[in-house]
DNA sequence: ACTGTCTGAGTAAACGTTTACGCAAGGAGG
DNA sequence: CCTCCTTGCGTAAACGTTTACTCAGACAGT
C-alpha cells in the first residue's frame, strides 16, 4: 500500500471540486463537455487510479468474490477455477482463491476474512457436508461446486457422477460380466452417486457379484501394492477378463502400471475405466478410457448464478441444484 | 457485501465510545480491565467482525498480497502458488490469485486491479521479459519467479535450470553419447537456461552432433505426430540407443508413448530424460527419469522475501537473485 | 418582468476504522 | 493544600470515495 495521488488533488488541479471530479470518472450527473475534457486530461496525466478500497468503503460493494478450494494442485478443481475466475473478471469481479487444504477449521477461518473483506459473494468447493449458512452473513450470495452441502436453502452445482457411472457401469458390462470397483479411503458425495450408480446398474442388469477394493490414502506405492495384492486375487484363475471401474483417474493409472509390472494385458484381460479425464488419463499407455467432467459448463452455471445472486436476483426454484452432465471418453484401456 | 453490526454499535451497546472498543480490539492504548470484559462480552454476543475495508482505508495496509501466474492449471504453478499462499497465510495476509493467461494484457490489467485495491505486494510468476517498475507505484514490493525479469531492481526467485540441465546431461552422457534435445515452441528465460545447459554440457565433454527437436505448439496428437517422424529419422539405422532431453515432462511423456507405438524399447534403445517431476511423470510406465524443481524451497524464498520488503526491510545485495537448486530422479526411462 | 426549468457545480455527510489530543479524576509527594 | 503524574476514556480528524442537497445563473414561456 503506497502513498498515491488522491481525488482531492485531481480536484485541485483541474480546479474543480471532488464531486464534480467523481462524477466524470463514473460518468454520472452532471457536468459540462469542457469541465470533462480538462478533468479527464488532468487524471491522465497524473496517472490517477481510483482507490477501491474507499470505494467498497463507500458503496458496500468490493466487485471481489471468494472462492473455497480444498486443494488447488487437482487438476478438476484448478481448471474449474480457472475458468470461473476468467467469467467472473469478465464481468469486473476478482477473485480470491483460498486453499483450504481440505481442513474444516481453515474453511472456517478462510469464511471469516473474506467476510471482513467484504467479499461480495462466495463460491465453495467441496465444502464439507456441514457447510452452512450459520456461519456466513445471511445475505451472502453463495453458490456450492461439486460437493452438495447440507443446506438446501444453498444453490448447488456439480457433475451428474451418478448418471457418469452409470454409463461407465454399461460400458464395462457390454464387454465382461466380472466387475469390481476400487474406491479411495475417503468418500465424498461425488464418490457416493459414482459407487450408486455403479452398483445400481449391476443390480439392474441382475449382475450379483462384483470385487471391490478400497484404497487406503499413501505414498503412490503404497497404493500400489494394495492394487497388486488385489489385483492378483482378482485375476487368478478367471476365464472371462476383468472390468475395473476405478472411481479416480489416479486409481486407475496406478492400476494400469500395476497391470503391466504383473503382466496383466490391458485391454485384453483387464479392462480399466477412470474417471475425470485428469491429464494423466492422456499420457498413460494406453489412455485411460474414462467420464470427463465438464468443468467449461460447471463454471459457467456456478458464476453465472453468483452473478445473478450478486445482482439481487433470486434463483429460480429448479435453479437452486443443477446437475451437469458427463461424458464418456473411449480409449485404450477398454 | 452486507450490512453487519459496527464498532459504533459496539461502543453503544457497551457505554463507551468507538476509541474506547477500538483499542480493546487491538489491545492498544489504554484501558480498564473492567471495560476490557465488558466490550469483548459484547462483541462476542453480537459476533462482530472488524470491517477490513474501512481498516486498510484507514490504515494504507491491507494484509493482501496478489500473485500473478501464467496457467495456474500447469501443476508446477499450482504447486509453487499453493504454497506460497499457505505461507503468507500464516503470517496474515491473503492472497488474491490472478490468472494472466499468458496475455501481456490480461497481466498489465491486473496490476492495475490489484493496485487500485491496494495489495500490500506482488508475487509474479513467469511475467514477461517486459515486466517491469514503469507500471507499479515505486514502493510496491515485489518479486518475480521462475522467469527473470528484464529490470534488475527486481527481486527474482527462481530454480537453478542451468545447472538442471547439465546433471540431466551428464547423466544422459555416462549412458550414450548419441544425444538429442527436445524443446517447446515458446521459448522461456528458464528453457533457454536449460537449452544452454545442455548444449555447454556438450561441449565440454567435446560431443560435437546432437539431434534437435522444436515441438510447435498443438494437441497432443500433433504433437505426438511431429516427434514420431523425429523419432524414425533419428533412430534409423544407428548403433547406439538415443537419449533424449525433454524440456519438460508432457513432451518426455508424449515421447515415451510415441516410442511405445514405434515398438522403441525404453530405456534399451531409447533412454528419456523429463524435467519438473510433475505428476504424470509418476504415471508414465516406466516412469520417467526427470529433473524435480523445489516448489517448497522456492515458495520459501519467495515469500519470505516479499515478507521482509512489506515490513519495510531492504533485501541485501545477494538477496535479489536467488537459484534454487534441483534434484535428479533417476526412474524408469533411462 | 415574473416565474419556472434546466444546467453545471460546489458543500458536506457518510461509509467504519484508528489515533492524536485533551481532559477529569485520583493518587503521590512535598 | 498545592502540584504533578498516571489512568481511563471521550472528541474529532483523517483515510478516499460517492451522492443527496443546494444554489446561482441562463434561458424560455407567459
Not at 456439480?158 to 470397483?181: C, K, P, Q, R, W
Request: aromatic fraction near 6%; hydrophobic fraction near 35%.
Amino acid at each position: 500500500m503506497n502513498k498515491k495521488i488522491s481525488i482531492k488533488k485531481i480536484a485541485e488541479l483541474s480546479g474543480v471540486s471532488v464531486a464534480t471530479v467523481s462524477r466524470v470518472i463514473n460518468n454520472n450527473g452532471r457536468f459540462s463537455e469542457e469541465t470533462r475534457k480538462k478533468v479527464l486530461k488532468v487524471i491522465r496525466e497524473n496517472n490517477y487510479q481510483t482507490n477501491n478500497v474507499a470505494k467498497s468503503l463507500r458503496m458496500h460493494k468490493s466487485y471481489t468474490v471468494g472462492i473455497l478450494v480444498p486443494d488447488i494442485t487437482n487438476p478438476f478443481f484448478s481448471n474449474t477455477v480457472q475458468i470461473i475466475e476468467k467469467n467472473l473478471f469478465e464481468k469486473g469481479y476478482s477473485t480470491i482463491i483460498c486453499n483450504t487444504a481440505r481442513s474444516r477449521d481453515k474453511e472456517l477461518e478462510y469464511v471469516k476474512i473474506l467476510e471482513s473483506k467484504i467479499v461480495d459473494g462466495l463460491i465453495v468447493i467441496s465444502g464439507f457436508k456441514t457447510f452452512d449458512r450459520k456461519n456466513l452473513p445471511d445475505d451472502l450470495p453463495v453458490i456450492c461446486i461439486d460437493r452438495s452441502p447440507a443446506d438446501s436453502t444453498i444453490a448447488f452445482v456439480g457433475s451428474d457422477h451418478y448418471e457418469g457411472a452409470v454409463m461407465a457401469t454399461e460400458f464395462l458390462l457390454a464387454e465382461t460380466e466380472n466387475l469390481a470397483i476400487v474406491k479411495h479411503d475417503e468418500q465424498s458425495s461425488s464418490g457416493s452417486e459414482r459407487v450408486r450408480g455403479f452398483e445400481e446398474t449391476l443390480f439392474k442388469e441382475k449382475v450379483e457379484k462384483f470385487g471391490s477394493l478400497i484404497v487406503s490414502n499413501g505414498s503412490q506405492n503404497d497404493q500400489q501394492k494394495q492394487i497388486k495384492k488385489f489385483l492378483q486375487d482378482e485375476m487368478n484363475g478367471s476365464k472371462q477378463p476383468l472390468g475395473v471401474f476405478a472411481l479416480s483417474d489416479t486409481l486407475a493409472a496406478n492400476i494400469l502400471l500395476v497391470a503391466h509390472d504383473l503382466s496383466i494385458k490391458v485391454p485384453k484381460q483387464l479392462k480399466i475405466m477412470g474417471f475425470d479425464d485428469s491429464p494423466i488419463a492422456s499420457y498413460c499407455s494406453p489412455q485411460l478410457t474414462t467420464i470427463r467432467q465438464n468443468e467449461i459448463l460447471l463454471a459457467k452455471e456456478a458464476s453465472g448464478k453468483l452473478i445473478k445472486l450478486m445482482n439481487g436476483e433470486n434463483l429460480a426454484r429448479d435453479e437452486i441444484v443443477k446437475k451437469i452432465p458427463v461424458q464418456l471418453i473411449v480409449r485404450g484401456t477398454t
